[in-house]
């Protein structure tokens, strides 16, 4: 009783926080509060040294501590740092031990990334090459994979180990630079260079040795061995690669992983021949084929850290073109038939010729052509430097006919012995109703593919009365009745919604066109419609002035004709002409603004309606106008061919924009408002059109000077100023100003030029609102001048010789 006392006692200890000293009299403390993780070594320490004092072992003591009211969780803590420092305390700190040697077997270092480089035309030529150099095929190793039981542990790899059952425990060890991973209370176990299914074996076994449960029939204590972080390796790749080098890579990685970082084989570069080399010897050869061909990774190792992998080069080239699906340059090995370079390049197209291949061989001094048949492809042994092209089948058909035109199911049709054109005909399901009876032809390859035709009657075929043989390649055409003649059509012009050309129809009436036209616009003129008849063939075998028949009917605009009218048929080629009713006019308007009463747009309600018309409707000018500043825009449209030419010249022209082709323009009209106002119905007083814009602007006050000026400016207009004074207060005339030609812009549109006398230059009177335009002088070519010069005073004084000499 006493001796379970005390083990009660020591239980309730190890879950007990208190640092200074064991109170044995107090049992009523409540394991479920002690937190394990904050137990010093001290403790942890006085703790194992109690237990082996008592006798007690681990399992004992934690089985009496569940009993009491410990939880799983604080049991496993426990068990793990009684674990810790056991194992501190036989082979040192090894969570530090471990930190230090990862750090000194695996510093921080990046894994290594692609690097781009420029491919060489040949290079990209190379079935294979895109493979290591596709952004979809990366071939990068996925690190957070579950690692195969075939990896190979390494020094660095972190193991884990998991007991459970009877006994729970957590180990997790790495392997240190002796190959070994130190067990607590077990010892070194030596797993580098093993496969993790071995090493896991191996471990469990050595865990029976501290672990009795293991062991036996009926084992109740059971270990799980997994790896954790595992330790990046350096590989060196070499030989015939597009980028060699040492390359940083995961521990799962493989071969493929390493060339794809090297760009794979250059244009020098084996496909087939990738030794892996490891501790100075060829453990393994990769043919990169295998995988790309049937999708096998048998060759594909994992790497160890400082492998080698070494790309040869090449020993066979084959070149392959033509209808392969695959073409390029393939690598062949030694004694490789021109079946397994078929093989590499996915056999022929579906347009390919597959019974023969031209293979043209390099002899090191001269060509030789091998023309290989099919029963050839698992004989003939392939050669550096061969080149094989696959042609593609003929465009000839064996069995093929055709049948075109007024059948119901025209095109091709297998041909087959003593076939004859009825049987054709009833294969297509017969003739249409439109088919043209009296003649079909035949278009048939000769021997020396020259065409032939045949003529045959369509009825008599179809009756029975005659048959054609058909042959190979015979194209049949039967036509249809409207295919033999110009489409029939009649045509309507002017004042309907819709005019254009349209079917002709057999009966077919003048109200029948106009309604499938739309009917009538408001402006047309019903009363009298014209119809126009081409000449009939009777007519046309004389030759006459008569070129047309023409016939005019009156209707209303609910299309009812007279009798005589109502009668008429149309015939194909009829064209019929609806004319507009002379009085209509569309409306037009214009628009005055400015100094006006009531400015806007006004109809024109006249055709001879003037300005001062125009100013009149709007209700007379305004005290503060200055009208002869008065001017008219006139709206201007051109012609479909002036357009035309100017949009072709913007598109020559790459300073100009199509868009900025307008086909509306406007241009001033210089009016004298002051005498149509005084004289109404003057010669100055002109109709107005369409679209015009009279502006009447207010006082104006200021005189513009531009041009060859030395300062272009406005000036407040005075009448004490001529037009040489405003030029003066505008900086004077600059060097290449015309003085002669200098002229006056008046606010109406109107220009005055200066004129010249023998008392000197006039220039033109100045008025509000007007601008002094000073043109400038072009600039001279003085060398071509020169030349000139030169070749007049050359040709001068050959002449004055000329002279000399016809005098003597």
């Known amino acids: 009783m006493i001796r379970l006392f005390r083990k009660s006692f020591w239980l309730v200890f190890v879950f007990t926080m208190s640092v200074q000293a064991i109170v044995a009299q107090n ?18 320490e006085r703790i194992i040294s109690e237990m082996e ?68 035309e040949k290079n990209q030529e190379i079935f294979g090459f895109h493979f290591f150099n596709s952004e979809n095929l990366s071939f990068a190793p996925n690190v957070d994979v579950p690692v195969s039981d075939s990896y190979a542990l390494g020094v660095g790899d972190e193991v884990s180990i998991s007991v459970y059952g009877a006994s729970q425990q957590t180990y997790l060890l790495m392997v240190q630079k002796n190959g070994s991973v130190i067990i607590p209370d077990l010892g070194p176990v030596n797993v580098y260079g093993m496969s993790f299914a071995e090493a896991s074996k191996k471990i469990k076994s050595r865990l029976t040795s501290i672990y009795n449960g293991m062991s036996g029939d009926q084992p109740n204590t059971f270990a799980d061995v997994s790896l954790g972080a595992l330790k990046g390796v350096k590989v060196n790749v070499i030989g015939e690669v597009n980028l060699p080098g040492t390359y940083s890579l995961p521990a799962t990685a493989s071969v493929f992983n390493a060339l794809y970082l090297a760009g794979g084989p250059n244009e020098n570069g084996s496909f087939r021949v990738i030794d892996l080399i490891r ?67 996915g056999g022929f197209t579906d347009k390919a010729y597959t019974h023969r291949l031209d293979l043209y061989r390099n002899n090191s001094r001269t060509l030789s052509f091998v023309d290989v048949s099919a029963d050839k492809y698992k004989e003939v042994i392939l050669m550096n430097g061969d080149s094989i092209l696959a042609g593609a089948v003929t465009e000839r058909f064996e069995n093929r006919i055709s049948i075109a035109g007024a059948v119901y199911r025209p095109g091709d049709y297998q041909l087959y012995d003593g076939m004859k054109l009825s049987e054709l005909i009833a294969k297509a399901e017969g003739l249409k109703e439109e088919a043209f009876m009296e ?6 390859k000769q021997k020396d593919l020259s065409l032939e035709a045949i003529s045959f009657s369509v009825r008599d075929v179809v009756n029975g009365k005659a048959d054609v043989e058909l042959q190979r390649e015979d194209r049949v055409q039967i036509s249809s009745i409207f295919d033999l003649r110009e489409a029939r059509t009649v045509e309507i012009v002017g004042e309907v919604q819709f005019p254009g050309t349209y079917a002709w129809a057999e009966n077919m009436k003048i109200a029948d066109l106009i309604f499938q036209a739309g009917g009538f616009l408001e402006n047309a003129e019903v009363s009298s419609v014209e119809v126009s008849r081409v000449l009939d063939y009777d007519e046309t075998k004389e030759l006459t002035k008569s070129l047309l028949h023409t016939f005019q009917y009156g209707l209303d605009r609910n299309l009812k004709l007279d009798a005589e009218g109502a009668a008429f048929t149309l015939n194909a080629f009829d ?39 125009l100013i009149r409707r709007a209700g007379g000018i305004t005290t503060e106008a200055y009208i002869k500043g008065a001017s008219l825009r006139r709206r201007i449209e051109l012609s479909d061919a002036e357009y035309q030419a100017k949009l072709a010249i913007a598109l020559q022209d790459t300073t100009m924009n199509a868009e900025d082709v307008e086909r509306v323009q406007y241009q001033i009209v ?47 207009f005075t009448t004490k100023k001529k037009a040489k004074e405003y030029i003066l207060a505008s900086g004077g005339f600059a060097q290449r100003a015309k003085k002669g030609k200098v002229y006056v812009l008046y606010a109406n549109g109107t220009t005055a030029a200066t004129k010249g006398g023998l008392f000197g230059r006039r220039f033109p009177k100045i008025e509000p609102g007007c601008e002094i335009i000073v043109p400038e002088k072009p600039e001279v070519d003085k060398a071509a001048n020169a030349s000139k010069w030169l070749a007049f005073t050359s040709t001068l004084a050959s002449l004055i010789t000329a002279i000399a000499v016809a005098t003597r």
């Open 27 to 44: 049992t009523n403390i409540n394991p479920a509060t002690v937190n394990v993780n904050e137990l010093s070594d001290a403790q942890i």
């Open 670 to 716: 210089g009016i004298d408002l002051p005498k149509i106002m005084a004289q109404p119905g003057c010669i100055e007083d002109i109709h107005v059109l369409e679209g015009d814009q009279l502006m009447v602007p207010s006082k104006l006050e200021t005189v513009m000077v531009s041009g060859s000026v030395l300062n272009p400016v406005a000036h407040t």
């Open 439 to 444: 003649r079909g032809v035949i278009t048939r």
């Open 53 to 120: 004092k008592n006798g007690m072992s681990l399992e004992e003591a934690m089985a009496l501590a569940r009993a009491r009211g410990a939880s799983q969780v604080q049991i496993d803590q426990m068990i793990q740092r009684i674990n810790e420092y056991k194992m501190k305390q036989q082979f040192g700190d090894s969570s530090d031990a471990n930190k230090d040697l990862a750090a000194e077997i695996a510093p921080e270092e990046e894994m290594s990334e692609k690097v781009e480089f420029e491919a060489t």
């Open 279 to 345: 501790d100075g010897k060829v453990i393994n050869s990769v043919d990169v084929y295998a995988y790309l061909v049937d999708g096998k990774t048998q060759s594909n190792v994992q790497l160890r850290d400082q492998d080698v992998v070494m790309v040869r080069p090449y020993v066979n080239r084959i070149k392959m073109a033509g209808e392969f699906k695959r073409t390029g340059l393939f690598e062949a090995k030694e004694g490789e038939l021109v079946a397994d370079i078929l093989r590499y390049a």
């Open 575 to 613: 064209k019929v002409y609806i004319r507009r009713a002379p009085g209509y006019r569309p409306q037009s308007t214009i628009s005055i603004q400015g100094e006006v009463k009531y400015a806007g747009d006004y109809g024109i309600t006249r055709k001879d309606e003037k300005i001062s018309d």
